[in-house]
């Protein structure tokens, strides 16, 4: 077990990073505008939010504001701020950062794939201006100009032979130096580490043990706490009776907090076998009879109504009302739980001098946010430790987990680690949510499409704007295809169910609903799904290149064995242009997914084998959810309780997966959501190839094949 060392935090900031004196370099991130205008900050200001840390023990620490859950910003981040740098890829360290809304923004965290999008042009300045500061010192000790000295794997060497020091013995005389304006980054032609697939920082970590993720953490005092929570979506404690559970031995305290009941004990085993005896009524409340099938009526009934535009060109209505061929569909997604492999857990030591948490979090801000609010603190008192996470994908940006740890050792006045099993993940998850979306489109006399509408019904699960949800409407009122009219419309149909953030968010079922209906319009316009792409997207030449050469390296056109088909399907939905070609069978009514071909243009590349990591990460995942997930409602409660019912693909039902990236000097576009939302598309506009059926359901069933 790793042991977790207290932290004082104004001591961190005021000591900076080890014993090591040296040169500290803070540097500005700026956020996009959306998370500014929501902090209320109007775009105008930006937060120091990273430091660069030389030591005189030639050591290069990176303070990371960013969450490690495997996409690679540890690794990535530090190639950026070594390459400027010129110092010793050897000698590069990284740390979290702690939070400071000053020095790291208003919304510190790890999502929508911003990490090198948001710290391309910060680190890359932050790495030449350390590198500018030493070599004036260096220059100055030289009694030479700046212009006679050149930097190389952690030295400045100046003009003659004997003329070389470390960055290690300069750190120190460097610090006292004003950090200059306006140094220039290196020319791409230049790098020496970005765009090369170094080896990961985080790697031996992991393989060693040392790594420290959240259900890792350990501090002196703890106790161990699970949560009894009500089934159904709503409902709360009616009445308890705790005698039962306190005679389980190790069982320390038993106490109600606003999610449910937790029982306290001197490990997670004794506290989860205390809540089996614990002795407790529930209020169910108004959920109580909510299923799945009531949910999609709901909906259906939603879809059917005018909503809100979300997008408008040309009279779509009138459109599709006047069209000589017309095609309408409805496509339908359930609710997906996340189900990363490590559960929810949180470490909190609230005391009356403050409060520290330990945890594997994707929004630092809003786990100190949670914090403050429980124990009415304020933030210079609450510390957030952020720790490796085993998964995230959007559920860990969620702060419940930490509420509950932090209310838990408020109550019983100790250090609590609260653990969740996998069926509380399951079951108490913030879903992606279910949709209901209905399609029309009409053709013109060559089989061209003229018209686009779409009305969506779904969860409003990011926040309400003029009767909008942008993440409930993207992948649809962004659509790139050259179509004369286009209308979506968005009605908010909302039961309860909890939901959040998944993987590539609004994209993740609405790529399959856009792409799988392109392909119904070319089928019954008589046109080659390749070629009708080909067409729409002549004015989009990045998106139309990753679909040329997904389709060439799949080899579209040429035969396939008996019983093959493939589809295609791309997206742009994080900044990165993707496109995927699908080779897929069905044998004895199942499927079987033989290879994904995947095109990538993700604009400038860090790191190669990371983006060849994250691509095939993303297509795994996409598979799962396609093929195998699925949460249903009855009674109120998710049925799906473990990976027995809630399924992820095997290792003998992977498909070869080909990345091929497409090399240019662009800015950089996120990777870590790129390639799970046209994974499902592909996949169905490959079985149609095959059986003329469309699936207009995720996740895909057997009885969709027969």
Not at 12 to 30: C, D, E, M, R
Not at 448 to 466: D, E, K, L, V, Y
Request: include cysteine.
């Amino acid at each position: 077990m790793i042991t977790v060392r207290k932290v004082n935090r104004r001591n961190f900031l005021k000591t900076g990073i080890g014993a090591a004196a040296g040169l500290t370099l803070s540097f500005t991130v700026p956020e996009s505008a959306k998370l500014k205008a929501q902090a209320g900050t109007g775009g105008k200001s930006a937060a120091l939010n990273g430091f660069i840390h030389i030591g005189s023990d030639e050591s290069v620490t990176l303070v990371l504001p960013k969450s490690e859950m495997g996409q690679g910003p540890m690794t990535s981040l530090s190639q950026i701020l070594a390459d400027e740098l010129d110092c010793d890829w050897a000698k590069v360290r990284t740390e979290f950062a702690p939070v400071d809304p000053k020095l790291y923004g208003p919304m510190q965290g790890t999502f929508g794939s911003m990490s090198i999008r948001t710290q391309w042009d910060p680190m890359r300045k932050a790495g030449a201006t350390a590198r500018a500061m030493l070599i004036e010192t260096a220059a100055r000790k030289w009694g030479i100009e700046k212009s006679q000295c050149r930097t190389e794997t952690g030295a400045v060497l100046g003009a003659a032979a004997n003329q070389r020091m470390t960055f290690g013995a300069l750190a120190e005389d460097a610090a006292k130096l004003p950090a200059p304006n306006g140094i220039a980054p290196k020319n791409p032609a230049q790098f020496k580490l970005i765009g090369k697939s170094v080896k990961r920082l985080d790697t031996h970590l992991k393989v060693n043990g040392t790594a420290t993720f959240g259900i890792d953490a350990k501090v002196p005092g703890m106790q161990y706490a699970v949560v009894a929570r009500c089934p159904v979506f709503g409902g709360k404690v009616a009445s308890f009776d705790a005698a039962k559970a306190k005679a389980v031995p190790g069982v320390k305290q038993v106490v109600e907090i606003s999610r449910g009941v937790a029982v306290v004990a001197d490990n997670t085993w004794n506290a989860m076998e205390g809540r089996r005896a614990l002795d407790i009524k529930w209020d169910e409340g108004a959920l109580a009879n909510l299923d799945s099938a009531g949910i999609r009526k709901m909906m259906q009934e939603q879809a059917e109504k005018p909503g809100a535009v979300a997008r408008k060109e040309g009279n779509g209505s009138a459109a599709l009302a006047g069209a000589a061929k017309k095609l309408e569909a409805v496509y339908e997604a359930a609710y997906m739980s996340h189900a990363p492999m490590e559960p929810m857990n949180c470490t909190a030591d609230v005391r009356a001098d403050g409060c520290d948490v330990w945890a594997s979090t994707q929004i630092q801000t809003a786990a100190q946010q949670t914090a403050m609010q429980i124990t009415k603190m304020p933030a210079e008192k609450v510390n957030i430790h952020t720790l490796f996470l085993g998964g995230g994908f959007g559920r860990r940006g969620g702060a419940d987990f930490i509420g509950e740890a932090v209310e838990i050792s408020k109550a019983v006045g100790t250090p609590i680690k609260l653990t969740w099993s996998r069926e509380d993940d399951m079951t108490h998850d913030l879903y992606r949510p279910a949709s209901y979306t209905r399609f029309g489109g009409s053709l013109d006399a060559d089989g061209w499409p003229t018209c686009w509408t779409t009305s969506i019904a779904c969860p409003s699960f990011a926040g309400m704007r003029n009767g909008i949800d942008f993440a409930a409407v993207q992948g649809i009122d962004d659509l790139a295809y050259a179509i004369p009219h286009i209308q979506v419309e968005y009605n908010k149909a909302d039961p309860g169910i909890p939901t959040t953030f998944w993987r590539s968010v609004g994209y993740s079922q609405n790529t399959f609903f856009t792409e799988s209906f392109l392909d119904e319009l070319a089928a019954a316009g008589g046109k080659d799904p390749l070629e009708l792409r080909r067409r729409l997207l002549a004015k989009n030449p990045r998106m139309l290149a990753v679909v040329e050469l997904a389709a060439e390296k799949a080899g579209w056109g040429k035969p396939l064995p008996g019983g093959h088909g493939r589809g295609i399907a791309v997206t742009n939905n994080i900044g990165s242009f993707n496109a995927q070609v699908a080779e897929v069978s069905i044998t004895q009514g199942k499927l079987r997914v033989h290879r994904m071909v995947c095109a990538v243009d993700c604009g400038h590349v860090v790191n190669p084998a990371i983006v060849e990591a994250q691509i095939q990460s993303g297509i795994v995942y996409g598979l799962s959810a396609a093929l195998k997930g699925g949460i249903t409602i009855k009674n109120g409660r998710v049925e799906q309780q473990n990976f027995h019912q809630f399924e992820v693909l095997r290792i003998d039902e992977m498909p070869v997966v080909e990345v091929h990236i497409v090399r240019n000097e662009n800015a950089p576009g996120g990777i870590g959501e790129a390639s799970t939302p046209t994974t499902a598309p592909a996949v169905a506009n490959a079985v149609f190839a095959i059986t003329g059926k469309r699936l207009r359901r995720l996740p895909i069933r057997p009885e969709d094949l027969a």
